[in-house]
T-cell receptor, first 116, second 110 residues
Framework: NAGVMQNPRHLVRRRGQEARLRCSPM?????VYWYRQLPEEGLKFMVY????????ESGMPKERFSAEFPKEGPSILRIQQVVRGDSAAYFC??????????????FGPGTRLTVL | AQRVTQPEKLLSVFKGAPVELKCNYS??????LFWYVQYSRQRLQLLLR??SRESIKGFTADLNKGETSFHLKKPFAQEEDSAMYYC????????????FGEGTQLTVNP
């Protein structure tokens, strides 16, 4: 089991461009979480998805950010019209079904986004 | 809102010395607390959770509700313990969403 995969590992964008970050969960996992880590800060929860459903997006900025986890394929975190403040490491984690109980989240290696 | 505080960004000890990484939290309900670790060039991984009350790699952590703390301790630090440590909290009603502290970089010197 290769674990949670994220690509690209590094992404450079100019202000105003779009950034697409991909996350493939561990085999058998149906839940995906996205976290953002700004420089010198801890990980901040952004969004929690199941296949074809957004369960909790309370940590997502109201504008320019969106996430999806389609029936087939990886989860995508999309950032439109990027600004310098979006520069951060974006981590994806996956787990088995939650159902209110905690299931260990397994983290990917992260995507480091740099906005020029 | 819930919050997790790790007051020390950097902590340096010598091999064989005791180590304590501090974690305080603020949350009005019954939280579940965790410690995650990230070794150099590796992924973030779960070290231990308070519910399991077990020792992992010689580390223990006790939830103190009175002091709202969940400090991570090890009596004799080893060089391989050098890593970034994050304390995290899960609210009882949030499913699996985690709130992380800012992390403490532990360096164990030979």
């Amino acid at each position: 089991n290769a674990g949670v995969m994220q690509n690209p590992r590094h992404l450079v964008r100019r202000r105003g461009q779009e950034a697409r970050l991909r996350c493939s969960p561990m085999k058998g996992h149906s839940h995906v979480y996205w976290y953002r880590q700004l420089p010198e800060e801890g990980l901040k929860f952004m969004v929690y998805l199941q296949k074809e459903n957004i369960i909790d997006e309370s940590g997502m900025p109201k504008e320019r950010f969106s996430a999806e986890f389609p029936k087939e394929g990886p989860s995508i975190l999309r950032i439109q019209q990027v600004v310098r403040g979006d520069s951060a490491a974006y981590f994806c984690a996956s787990s088995h079904s939650s159902g209110g109980a905690f299931h260990e989240q397994f983290f990917g290696p992260g995507t480091r986004l740099t906005v020029l | 809102a819930q919050r997790v505080t790790q007051p020390e960004k950097l902590l340096s000890v010598f091999k064989g010395a005791p180590v304590e990484l501090k974690c305080n939290y603020s949350y009005s309900g019954s939280p579940e607390l965790f410690w995650y670790v990230q070794y150099s060039r590796q992924r973030l991984q779960l070290l231990l959770r308070h519910i399991s009350r077990e020792s992992i790699k010689g580390f223990t952590a006790d939830l103190n509700k009175g002091e709202t703390s969940f400090h991570l301790k090890k009596p004799f630090a080893q060089e391989e313990d050098s890593a970034m440590y994050y304390c995290a909290l899960r609210e009882e009603t949030s499913g699996s969403r985690l709130t992380f502290g800012e992390g403490t970089q532990l360096t164990v010197n030979p």
